[in-house]
């Protein structure tokens, strides 16, 4: 006989015993589960935690260059100014630090640009390049004039602060100044003789103006460039300069001809005046002399007729005898016959 084996025999002895492994097996995942959620929130926290704490180290600490300095402002109120060097400010925007070049010279160009300028402000606008250059000076002609201003910031609050732009407004400051200076001149002034003056006086006006609106900018230069007239009249003024240029080279090689030949002749009149004061004084006092020696001869001979007489022919003798070529003969020589050396040269004793 063969025995059957039904649900209801294994029932009882199989089914109590997998369900117990089942629930474990369930409790133990969804632990492992719990724990790994866990972890990660953790490591989400921790990582969260040390990126904020790098932005705020990365943020707190700041240098200020040599040439600088840095303005603080704490929730936007300026507090003071931090001198070059490594500093710390409070994080996450609650300090903000601005850096300010105030030893480095800044300079601002008007008619003409420096490639490579990283201010947006040193060189001119495209549209207002040839506009800002063209001015009409006071006899009412017009010239192209191009300039260089040349500033430091003085005061880095101020600089910040009190104007809303004040390199721009620096730029309506200069062209401003420059137009009122080169309007009181000529246009010759302007171009040639007068641009020191212009350069000074424009200097202290806008210095001046940019005390006045408190820009916190000190002017250290005012430079002219090119001057040169509208174009449809340069030639014209060219060839005027050229001409001027020629009249005064020739005016200065006059003058140092003048300069070269007066003072000789000047030298050469006193030379020959100072002779003849003293060829002058030399006749006088040889007239004079003779009159002392003539009236002291006089004086003698009026005492001694004869001996003076006498002695006035030998003196005379003793003067003209030795410069002639003379024979003494003795009376009482007989048959001489006088010889006269033909040969002898002039001057020879025969």
């Known amino acids: 006989m063969t025995r059957k084996t039904s649900d209801d025999d294994e029932g009882p002895n199989v089914g109590p015993h997998n369900q117990s ?7 133990g995942q969804a632990f492992i589960q719990r724990i790994t959620q866990g972890a990660r929130r953790g490591f989400l926290g921790f990582f969260v935690l040390f990126f904020l704490a790098l932005i705020a180290s990365w943020s707190a600490f700041y240098t200020v260059p040599s040439d600088s300095v840095a303005v603080i402002q704490r929730f936007g109120k300026y507090t003071k100014d931090v001198p070059p060097g490594l500093h710390f400010k409070f994080p996450f925007g609650i300090d903000q ?16 640009t420096t490639p490579g300028a990283t201010d ?42 009190e104007v809303r732009e004040p390199r721009e407004t620096l730029r309506y400051v200069s062209e401003s ?21 212009i350069e000074s006086e424009a200097l202290t006006k806008m210095q001046a103006l940019s005390s006045k609106y408190e820009m916190g900018i000190s002017i250290d230069q005012v430079q ?11 030639e014209s003024f060219n060839e005027v300069n050229q001409a001027q240029q020629e009249k005064e080279k020739l005016i200065n090689e006059a003058r140092r001809d003048y300069n070269k030949v007066i003072p ?35 004086t003698e001979y009026v005492k ?37 050396n033909l040969s002898a040269t002039k001057g020879e004793t025969p």
């Open 21 to 27: 492994w089942e629930g474990m097996f369930h409790s």
């Open 97 to 112: 630090a601005t850096i300010v070049p105030v030893k480095r010279q800044l300079k601002q160009e008007f008619g003409f």
């Open 120 to 161: 947006p402000y040193q060189s001119p606008h495209p549209q207002d390049g040839k506009k800002e250059t063209q001015m009409v000076t006071g006899d009412l002609n017009a010239a192209l004039v191009e300039w260089v201003v040349q500033y430091r910031i003085s005061s880095p609050a101020n600089f910040l602060f």
């Open 177 to 197: 100044v420059m137009r009122e200076v080169v309007g009181d001149r000529t246009v010759d002034e302007v171009i040639t003789i007068g641009r020191q003056e």
């Open 224 to 234: 002219l460039k090119n001057i040169n007239p509208p174009l449809p009249v340069q």
């Open 264 to 298: 000789l002749a000047e030298g050469e009149k006193d030379q020959r005046i100072r002779e003849a004061d003293g060829y002058r004084l030399k006749r006088i006092n040889e007239a004079e002399g003779d009159v002392a020696r003539f009236n002291a001869l006089l």
């Open 304 to 340: 001694a007729p004869e001996v003076t007489r006498r002695r006035i022919y030998v003196e005379t003798l003793q003067d003209v005898l030795p410069g002639i070529r003379k024979i003494i003969v003795d009376e009482q020589t007989k048959s001489f016959l006088p010889f006269l």
